[in-house]
């Protein structure tokens, strides 16, 4: 197993032991950290494992962070006027 996948491995549970915890500002903020460690980990593991791992890695991310994305689509498509 590579350094690049362990991490992202420990990203997921990183991610998963602060959902737990409770939050003031509906984790926001931790949110914004885990997307900010978590894009140059994709990066990394697209470079040393290849693309599938990283888009699985994505998708995985992204159901952790599910109201982010969600927020971005909603934002993507008053920008487009839909």
């Given amino acids: 197993m590579t350094p690049s996948l362990i991490a ?3 990203w997921i549970i ?3 032991l602060l959902g ?3 939050s003031r500002d ?3 903020r931790r949110a914004y950290v885990l997307i900010a460690l978590g894009v140059p ?3 990394w593991l697209a470079v040393e494992t290849g693309p599938l791992a990283a888009i ?3 998708v ?3 159901s952790i962070l599910r109201w982010p994305v969600i ?3 909603r934002w993507i498509r008053r920008r487009l006027g839909r």
């Fill in 26 to 28: 509906n984790h926001w």
């Fill in 71 to 73: 927020y971005l689509a």
């Fill in 60 to 62: 995985a991310g992204m």
């Fill in 56 to 58: 699985l890695a994505l």
């Fill in 41 to 43: 980990l994709l990066v």
């Fill in 20 to 22: 737990l915890l409770p």
């Fill in 8 to 10: 992202a491995f420990g």
């Fill in 14 to 16: 990183l991610a998963n």
